[in-house]
Structures are given as C-alpha cells and as structure tokens.
C-alpha cells in the first residue's frame, strides 16, 4: 500500500470547509485515496452513465441518496450539479460533507467559482513522488524514473511504461479530447503532442509549432489550454521585476507526468534514454514536477518560477517563500564543475537580500555546501523549503 503525502492535508481541509474538491490527471489516484481515507462515505461516479443521467435530468432527487454526505467522483462530467450541491451545505451547515473529485480543471473552474466560492477547498493530486515511493521501498536511478514516470499503475500493477502510455494516450485522445473540442483530425493533435514533448523545458513559441502543424497559432495556443486543463502540460512562468533588464516573458513547457513525456519522445528504453539529446531536459521537468509535488502535497501555493534575461542569464527554477527568492539550478551529469555554480552567483548579486541560499541538483552523489548554495542529489529534494 502507497501511502500518498496529501492525505494529511485532504484530512484537515474536510475539518474546515463543507466539500473538498481534489482535482488531478486521469489514474493519478483520486479515486483510491479518497476511498481508502473515507471507506463509509457512498461513492458514486458520474463516468457511470447512468448515474450520470439521473444527476442530469433530477439532481434534487441524485443528491437526496446522500444525505450525509458522499464522494462523487468525476464530477466535471455534469458540473452544474455543483449548484444544487451549495444549497445542501448551505442548509445543513456542517464541515466534511462531499467529496469531489475531477479530471479537467477547466470544465470545474467556473462552476466551482460561481457555485461554491467559500464553501470547498480544493487539492491537487499529482501521480506518485520518489517520497511515496521510498516508503514502499522501490528506490531507482534517474533514467528508470524518467522512463517509467510516476503514474501509480505502473508501480502498483507492473505493466511496462510502453503498454501503459501507449493506452493512457489512446483512452485519453479519443474520449477526453473528442470530448472537450471537436476534433476533424485526431491524428493532427497527436501529432501536436510528440511536438509538445519535443519542447519540454523550452519557451513556447507559438509560431513554431504553428508552422510544423500547417494550423493557426491561436489554434496552437487552445490546444495548449487543453492540455493544461487536463493535466498533460504546465507552464512555468518567468519571474520578472524591474532588474533595469530585459526579461524573457514568455512561458516554459513541462509535463505533469516525465514518462509521458518520454514516451511520446518515442525512447524505446533506458539505453536509447541514456544517450537522448533530450535527457537533460527530461530531467529538469523531472525535478522541477517532484518539487511542484512537495509542495502541492503540503497545501502551499507553489510560486514557482524561472528566471532569463536578454543577456541569456538563466536560473531553472526560482521558489517564492514571502520575500526570500530561492534559485536553483538543475543538471543532468553526474560529475559537479564550479561553472555550474555561476547563474546561481549571479541571480544573487542581481537581487541581494531576498536570496540567502540557493541549490544547485545533480544526478552525481556527493553533497556539500558550497559557500552560500547547496550541493545535492535529486533524492534530496525534501531539504528544500
């Protein structure tokens, strides 16, 4: 049993607010964690199509099985329900009533926001990080975890990373996307998806993929909204103050999932992996998604950025806490030179008090401090608040 970091946070935000809401990529988990914590509330799903067409045509008389409470599980297939849930957890006014949960954040955002504003909190629950996974005492290097990802049935049901992604992106394009936009040819969004993979740690650049697919960047643009909204793909945003230089405002692409990523890279297996041009990047989504993870698994807001000027400076990523800015550096070799400390100098001078440490991750085993930065593995990560 893979005990999952959110629970703690799942548990004390059913204290407070009358319905939780735990959004997250399709097979992340949801479902199981939420059955596994509340065994007595009643689960209903609306991918069920019959219990989806009762809360369609009566959710008065869907909602009245429950009248303590329940877990309703992919509730983005009929989000209107939500209104007719705010007027229950008005009337009874008591914590802890509803579970939902959900697959698409776009199909929830506006019902949640007019439907339940105050009345839910709302958790995301990402596949498995390496801590989840040390407590089962399944620990691998850097090129199993970029190849096999980190989604719970691989580990859980030991089906082989090819067969799992190759049906997770089947099931995913012709059911989830059909269902989102109407598509005239899936083999076109396909297609944008090998392309978004071959992007992962870069600045999106609209034009580009516009011209490689033959469609419109506004096109381009939606489709990335799709993605975001079911959990593929995250941007990370640039941090920018007025530095008296030029900043980089566009976004970065990452994966919410690295396997995925590796896989629609077509790498056949670790030793094609090993020697892909692409494995630095895979790695960087890699650290930057465990430390996504770390902190959505504690509740906190992520705040997480990176940093490029005109002058090509560049930090990875940059952690918000207040104040204080922490930058850290992300490489994939095994071996640490001293060049590798010279962005983490730099965004230091550039804006003094507010960055009093800073980490540089290594794929390598030998960890120190190093003047004001921290040298570690990527098994470290916990140390980083």
């Not at 999952?4 to 319905?19: F, N, V």
């Not at 105050?118 to 089962?136: D, V, Y």
């Not at 590796?262 to 992996?273: A, E, N, V, W």
């Amino acid at each position: 049993m893979f005990i999952r970091q959110l629970a703690h946070e799942l548990q004390d935000m059913m204290k407070y607010y009358p319905i939780v809401t735990l959004i997250g990529p399709r097979q992340s988990g949801k479902t199981t964690l939420v059955k596994e914590l509340y065994p007595n509330l009643p689960y209903v799903s609306l991918e069920n199509p019959d219990e989806k067409r009762l809360a369609s045509t009566d959710p008065v008389s869907f909602l009245a099985r429950f009248p303590n409470g329940a877990i309703i599980d992919e509730v983005q297939r009929y989000p209107e329900l939500l209104s007719y849930l705010q007027g229950i957890v008005d009337k009874q006014k008591q914590n802890g009533l509803f579970i939902l949960t959900g697959s698409h954040q776009l199909a929830l955002h506006g019902a949640i926001t007019q439907s339940l504003a105050g009345r839910t909190a709302i958790l995301k629950l990402l596949p498995f990080n390496m801590q989840e996974l040390s407590q089962n005492k399944v620990f691998y290097d850097i090129n199993d975890y970029l190849f096999q990802g980190m989604y719970p049935r691989c580990y859980q049901n030991d089906i082989p990373p090819t067969k799992f992604y190759r049906d997770y992106m089947q099931t995913y394009v012709e059911r989830d996307v059909r269902q989102m936009i109407q598509l005239k040819d899936l083999s076109l969004f396909q297609q944008f998806l090998h392309l978004c993979a071959g992007y992962v740690g870069q600045l999106i650049n609209l034009d580009s993929l516009s011209n490689a697919l033959g469609i419109s960047a506004t096109t381009v643009k939606h489709w990335i909204s799709i993605l975001e909204a079911s959990f593929i793909v995250f941007r990370l945003p640039p941090y920018y103050e007025n530095f008296g230089k030029r900043i980089i405002k566009s976004h970065k692409l990452y994966f919410y999932d690295v396997g995925l990523a590796t896989y629609l890279l077509d790498i056949k297996d670790k030793k094609d992996l090993a020697y892909s041009p692409m494995r630095g990047s895979l790695v960087e989504n890699f650290i930057i998604l465990e430390l996504l993870k770390n902190r959505l698994n504690q509740g906190i807001e992520p705040s997480m950025y990176f940093y490029r000027d005109n002058s090509q400076k560049e930090i990875d990523l940059i952690l918000k806490n207040g104040a204080q800015l922490i930058p850290i550096e992300i490489k994939s070799a095994q071996t640490f030179t001293t060049a590798f400390l010279q962005g983490l100098t730099y965004f230091k001078q550039l804006v003094g008090q507010r960055c009093k440490t800073g980490y540089l991750i290594y794929t390598g085993h030998q960890a120190q401090k190093l003047g004001d930065f921290h040298l570690i593995n990527f098994r470290q990560l916990g140390e980083i608040s």
